[in-house]
């Protein structure tokens, strides 16, 4: 699977993305920081799912109907447990992010929204 692991999602998470054979773009090697909207575009122009903490990405794609290739948001997941959610995610809703579905993990449930494009 293709990602951009947007910074706040962190380093450890993308190098295990990449060391499980995923395609990632890790953005800590984009400097300076794009800033969201770009992120997505660029995300999104590459068919990569945007990997983020960030809550901004879904008001960006909901309200501003921006398109995207698939989004995971992790806001409210702690380091400690991200790689295991990640890979849960991955094995259980693979096909959701590669058909560019919405995932979001909160409070412990996982919401999968819509694959809606600008």
Known sequence: MKFVVDRCAGRQLAEWLNDNGHDVIDTRNI???????VLLEMAASV???LNTLDKDFGELIHRGELAHAGL???????VSQRIA???D????HGQALEEGWIITVRGGRTRISSPQRG
């Open 89 to 92: 995610i991955i094995f259980r």
């Open 85 to 87: 959610i990640v890979e």
């Open 72 to 78: 995971m948001r992790l806001p409210d997941v702690r």
């Open 47 to 49: 068919g990569r799912v």
């Open 31 to 37: 400097d300076p920081d794009p800033g969201d909207r």
